[in-house]
């Protein structure tokens, strides 16, 4: 009898265990602090074809193995992919393999980019959607396969919702949530032009890649459901992007990094008619004057709710909301597209600003901490954080040399995502100044000021009273080569005046 009794005890205990182990909503929340930048790295302006990658940014996406990063290159027709350098300190990723898409991308509509490269299970799944659909033309958005060579598609994962909600990132749905939220996949696509055929405001879609079916959306907004498009205020509004969206395991959080403008709204041309200019973007649209990349933080078990028939996917709210600075420079947030790495809770983040950045190509490394131990009390507790993009100084220029090069002030402001405490490491100081150099075009040089002509007459024609004719007595200085001219002026019969041209075109006179 007390051998069954154990034995029941201990299968009770077991059954608790499994019990709290599959119910998911007691995990912790994602706050501000668990999230910190721990890097970043570069791309090339081009790959080894010499195709662009500059402009690029729009769209991320993963390997299985989280080594190398998909990005997209100039007008999103396809990815260039780079292995993820080991050391994040800014150097340039080598490139695997060079720009390339889906053959048939121009079948979704002529204006079609790609939104999502996502490995699972061993297949490449990839999508797309129109830029600016307005006839409602897009029918389809996945593709999948073992290579770009080898995908078929484009298929249409939904008959019930337009693919504007659909063509964008795919995500993982951490084990422990699958079987609450009906898939082990996501999908995000929201805030584009057109913005009736999309969610006005993060979405969430569960997706089996099995059957290539997308499932009811758990959350997402119809027109001014989540905030007034047009609006002034610190959530949404048609001004605001973002592309993708990160599920850590272990945790109840779904995040959505956005570039929002907090301070004003217009549409339009930029300047606006009141004068303000938008820093990204100068084109006909959506505007304001200064954007910030922040978080909206959801709760998984709202999503939950949705599905349990609970609650309805427009009429969810974050549970939270915090700027993520150091991306850019101040207010020059551009739209940001993630890529997550689930099982290393890495957030790899690229920019698209109005309408793309020359040059090399930034990606900055986010990483998710959550769950960690406090240290004893009265432990040392080093200063933690990072630092900003380095940002130029107004003003700062020195006047270009006559070699063609000057000196500029930049600074960056150092982030603190855990104060010293118990005499740990100090914070660095912040902002950090440095002197850069840059080639200028150096100022044109007076050549007859630098080498003037300079004239002497020791004796004039005439004696004091002067005449028209007779001996002089004169000398140049500073003349180069032969003199080309002189030339003698007479005022009232006498001389008066000599001036002399050198073969620069260069003058000197001497006056009596």
């Not at 879609?205 to 959350?219: G, H, R, V, Y």
């Not at 933080?297 to 939270?320: E, H």
């Not at 009273?465 to 002189?486: D, F, I, K, N, Y």
Request: proline share 8%.
């Amino acid at each position: 009898m007390r051998r069954l009794m154990v034995g029941l005890a201990l299968g009770l205990a077991l059954m608790t265990s499994a019990s709290a182990q599959t119910d998911p909503r007691t995990l912790p929340l994602v706050q501000s602090g668990d999230l910190t930048l721990v890097g970043s790295f570069t791309l090339p302006a081009n790959d080894r074809k010499g195709a662009q990658i500059e402009y690029g940014g729009r769209a991320l996406g993963l390997n299985e193995a989280g080594t190398e990063l998909y990005f997209s290159c100039i007008g999103a027709w396809g990815m260039v992919r780079v292995t993820v350098p080991s050391v994040l300190d800014g150097r340039q990723a080598s490139i695997v393999e060079d720009c390339a898409g889906p053959s048939n991308l121009s079948s979704i509509t002529g204006d079609a980019g790609l939104g999502s490269v996502f490995w699972w299970q061993g297949t490449m799944y990839v999508t797309g959607f129109s830029y600016y659909d307005a006839g409602n033309a897009a029918a389809a958005s996945h593709w999948k396969g073992a290579s770009w060579a080898t995908l078929s598609g484009p298929v249409r994962v939904s008959t019930a919702i337009n693919p504007g909600w659909l063509g964008g990132y795919i995500g993982e749905i951490p084990a422990e949530w699958r079987p609450l939220l009906g898939g082990p996949l996501f999908l995000s696509l929201h805030s584009l032009s057109i913005i009736s055929r999309t969610s006005s405001g993060p979405d969430f879609t569960p997706f089996d890649p099995a059957t290539m079916k997308a499932a009811t959306p758990l959350l997402g907004y119809g027109l001014s459901e989540l905030a007034a498009d047009q609006s002034v205020n610190p959530v949404w509004n048609r001004a605001s992007r973002g592309f993708g969206a990160i599920f850590p395991r272990g945790t109840g959080s779904v995040l959505y990094l956005m570039s929002h403008g907090p301070d004003d709204y217009w549409y339009g041309p930029s300047p606006s008619p009141t004068g303000k200019t938008d820093p990204l973007n100068p084109y006909q649209g959506e505007h304001a004057s200064r954007y910030i990349h922040q978080i909206l933080a959801y709760k998984a078990s709202d999503l939950a709710d949705v599905k349990a028939g609970t609650k309805t996917a427009n009429s969810l709210r974050p549970y939270a909301r915090w700027e993520v600075p150091g991306l850019s420079a101040p207010g020059r947030a551009g739209q940001p597209a993630v890529a997550y790495d689930a099982a290393k809770g890495l957030v790899y983040v690229s920019q698209w600003p109005g309408a793309g950045k020359s040059g090399p190509q930034t990606v900055h490394v986010l990483k998710v901490n959550v769950g960690s131990v406090p240290p004893p009390n009265n432990q040392p507790v080093d200063c933690v954080g990072s630092y900003g993009a380095w940002t130029r100084q107004p003003n700062s220029e020195s006047a270009c040399s006559a070699a063609g090069s000057r000196t500029f002030i930049e600074s960056r402001l150092f982030t603190v995502v855990t104060s010293p405490a118990n005499g740990g490491a100090a914070c660095p100081a912040s902002p950090e100044s440095r002197t850069s150099t840059e080639a200028c075009t150096p100022p044109p040089v007076d050549v007859c000021a630098a080498s003037p002509v300079v004239v002497s007459v020791s004796s004039w024609p005439g004696s004091a009273e002067g005449a028209r004719s007779g001996s002089w007595s004169w000398s140049v200085a500073g003349a180069v080569s032969t003199l080309a001219e002189a030339r003698w002026t007479y005022t009232g019969g006498r001389s008066s005046r000599l001036t002399v041209t050198d073969s620069r075109g260069c003058a000197g006179s001497a006056v009596r």
